[in-house]
């Protein structure tokens, strides 16, 4: 028997921040604060079940912009071993979501616990979406300027992860930089991942590894300047690089 989600609207303004908690209908709702709600006005709001029968408060807040003190610019290469892997060196592991878990999710599948797996999956999405957070804020708090590269299909034919588990962590991390940088009033921007894996990032010369093959070596040197390479960061840089090189003729410094 499958039953409906509950789903719980509150109209604008009927919910608060009071007490370090959720203030609605005379009661308080204790949630998980990730954001600093008692920065913000509550709009329109709303309770929302999910499949694990667990509740979230889902709110519209009023937000003034907030310019960034950030300075700079990072790139961000997305990937399969690392989420992300940022110019500046700066790697998020997608393993870390999973660690522990495997064993006892590999339990939960065998013997057909259902309310089980649903129960772990649940925790390793908590996991995922609270370090995106904490990687996309530091980002936002430390650089004026984000660039973050598509993801080529020559990397996903290299995986046997699903997907749409990859998919998820990619477009969760789009999602949150896109609005915070909006938030802090600094650039965010998608560009496209064209030879930001053979390119040497020190000169510029095509000398990183070629191909499907080329993907599997995480380090190399580039013949041309002698500069060692991680694969990753190094594609980050590239990206980074490209979209500033192709947004200095047309566009200055934004102003806020
Ligand atoms: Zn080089």
Redesign the pocket.
């Known amino acids: 028997m499958r039953r409906s989600l509950g789903w719980i609207p509150v109209n604008t303004s009927a919910a608060k921040w009071k007490n370090g908690q959720v203030f609605h209908n005379g009661r308080y709702f204790k949630v998980w604060d990730s954001f600093g709600l008692s920065n913000y006005k509550f709009r329109s709001a709303s309770f929302n079940e999910d499949a694990r029968g667990r509740w979230y408060f889902n709110v519209v807040v009023d937000a003034e912009v907030k310019p960034s003190v950030g300075q700079g610019a990072v790139g961000i290469d997305l990937g399969l071993k690392d989420v992300a892997t940022c110019s500046d060196g700066e790697k998020l592991e997608n393993g870390r979501f999973y660690r522990g878990m495997e064993d006892k999710l590999a339990i939960a599948q065998r013997s057909r616990n259902k309310k089980r797996t649903r129960a772990i999956h649940a925790k390793i999405a908590n996991r995922r979406k609270d370090a995106l957070h904490k990687f996309s804020r530091r980002l936002v708090d430390q650089y004026g300027e984000i660039v973050v590269g598509d993801v080529s299909s020559q990397k996903l034919a290299k995986t046997k992860m699903a997907k749409s588990v990859l998919d998820a962590g990619w477009g969760q991390l789009k999602t949150m930089l896109d609005y915070k940088c909006a938030h802090a009033g600094i650039v965010f921007k998608e560009a496209r991942e064209s030879y930001t894996t053979r390119n ?1 990032s ?4 095509l ?1 990183g590894p070629q191909g499907v093959n080329g993907l599997r070596l995480r380090d190399w040197e ?1 013949v ?4 060692r390479h991680d694969r990753d960061v190094n594609a980050a840089r590239n990206i980074l690089s490209l979209a500033l090189g192709h947004e200095r003729p047309e566009v200055g410094i934004p102003v806020l």
């Open positions: 040497c020190a000169c510029g010369s000398s580039c041309t300047c002698g500069a």
